[in-house]
């Protein structure tokens, strides 16, 4: 498990910003992953996020910062703050769990979502993001462990990247969360808190008690 998510890791890491190219990648990406490598992964950056974010003083969590171009995040996301960045994965989470059920119960998904307006944070949340991220993620994990069971035959279209099924959903979040906790990772080196990111591992170590993820099924 270590090795494959060290792989994927430095696959993500290395995307082009070249949308194709990023297709192709999460393509064989979701094609390597297993179910539960697939949890695995999303626990994983789920937890370095939050320790990101719970080692900053709240004036620093609201404070929006200006980072360099990163693969996966939009120009409009570019000046957002840490909880901003929060705010846009449970929104985000909630809406990949809608289609993951629908699929799961093959069951087209007709829900009309605007991935540039409706994912969208508001312009000043506040530290109580660090909680609602937490009860999202593990409400993730647990919903995604009971619909995600078999790969689902009806497919729902992603807007970069094609035709998904239940497990390329799946697949998705951590994909996408990965990039996100790239961007926090940025926002936090231009922050005052010296405390917020640890340049050595990458993430400030994990709070005992700061989160608690159900594995599968749990």
Same mark, same amino acid.
């Given at each position: 498990?270590?090795?494959?998510?060290?792989?994927?890791?430095? *696959?993500?890491?290395?995307?082009? =910003?070249?949308?194709?190219?990023?297709?192709?990648?999460?393509? @064989?990406?979701?094609?390597?992953? #297993?179910?539960?490598?697939?949890? #695995?992964?999303?626990?994983?950056?789920?937890?370095?996020? @939050?320790?990101?974010? =719970?080692?900053?003083?709240?004036?620093?969590?609201?404070?929006?910062?200006?980072?360099?171009? @990163? &693969?996966?995040?939009?120009? %409009?996301?570019?000046?957002?703050?840490?909880?901003?960045? @929060?705010?846009?994965?449970?929104?985000? %989470?909630?809406?990949?769990?809608?289609?993951?059920?629908?699929?799961?119960?093959?069951?087209?998904?007709?829900?009309?979502?605007?991935? !540039?307006?409706?994912?969208?944070? =508001?312009?000043?949340?506040?530290?109580?993001?660090?909680?609602?991220?937490?009860?999202?993620?593990?409400?993730?994990?647990?919903?995604?462990?009971?619909?995600? !069971?078999?790969? #689902? !035959?009806?497919?729902?279209?992603? &807007?970069?990247?094609?035709?998904?099924?239940?497990?390329?959903?799946?697949?998705?979040?951590?994909?996408?969360?990965?990039?996100?906790? %790239?961007?926090?990772?940025?926002?936090?080196?231009?922050?005052?808190?010296?405390?917020?990111? %640890?340049?050595?591992? *990458?993430?400030?170590?994990? &709070?005992?008690?700061?989160?608690?993820?159900?594995?599968?099924?749990?």
């Amino acid at each position: 498990m270590g090795t494959i998510r060290r792989y994927i890791s430095s *696959g993500i890491n290395k995307l082009s =910003s070249n949308r194709p190219f990023t297709a192709a990648v999460f393509s @064989l990406f979701s094609a390597l992953v #297993s179910r539960d490598a697939a949890a #695995s992964f999303y626990r994983t950056e789920a937890e370095k996020i @939050l320790s990101l974010a =719970s080692g900053v003083d709240p004036a620093d969590g609201r404070r929006q910062a200006r980072i360099p171009r @990163l &693969p996966g995040i939009d120009e %409009n996301m570019r000046s957002w703050s840490i909880y901003m960045t @929060l705010q846009h994965l449970v929104i985000t %989470n909630e809406m990949t769990i809608r289609v993951i059920r629908c699929l799961a119960c093959e069951t087209p998904f007709t829900e009309e979502i605007d991935f !540039k307006e409706d994912v969208m944070p =508001s312009e000043n949340p506040g530290p109580e993001q660090i909680a609602a991220f937490r009860v999202s993620a593990a409400s993730f994990e647990k919903k995604a462990a009971r619909f995600g !069971k078999k790969r #689902s !035959k009806t497919l729902s279209i992603h &807007p970069v990247f094609g035709m998904f099924d239940t497990h390329k959903w799946r697949c998705m979040a951590g994909f996408h969360i990965h990039i996100h906790r %790239n961007q926090v990772e940025q926002i936090c080196k231009r922050l005052s808190t010296p405390t917020a990111f %640890n340049k050595k591992r *990458g993430y400030t170590e994990f &709070p005992a008690g700061v989160m608690k993820i159900p594995r599968n099924g749990g």
